[in-house]
């Protein structure tokens, strides 16, 4: 899906949020699913709210490089 994300072709918003979410499975997709219509007005916001809530929650110090 990155390389997809990052091509030439694919430079519109609204084409990266849909591989985005094309790339969803399982509990993530449920999630994505529960949410309302319009829920999300650009892909900042979609993967904001995707980070929120599956992102790692400790501080960039403690982890492991």
Same mark, same amino acid.
């Given at each position: $899906?990155?390389?997809? @994300?990052?091509?030439? @072709?694919? *430079?519109?918003? %609204?084409?990266? $949020?849909?591989?985005?979410?094309?790339?969803?499975?399982? =509990?993530?997709?449920?999630?994505?699913? %529960?949410? @309302? &219509? =319009?829920?999300?007005?650009?892909? !900042?916001?979609?993967? =904001? @709210?995707?980070? =929120?809530?599956?992102? &790692? *929650? !400790?501080?960039? *110090?403690?982890?492991?490089?």
């Amino acid at each position: $899906m990155q390389r997809f @994300a990052h091509s030439i @072709a694919y *430079k519109h918003e %609204d084409v990266r $949020m849909k591989l985005f979410v094309l790339s969803l499975t399982d =509990n993530v997709l449920d999630w994505f699913h %529960d949410k @309302a &219509d =319009n829920a999300f007005d650009s892909l !900042r916001a979609l993967t =904001n @709210a995707f980070k =929120n809530k599956y992102g &790692d *929650k !400790r501080e960039g *110090k403690y982890l492991v490089k």
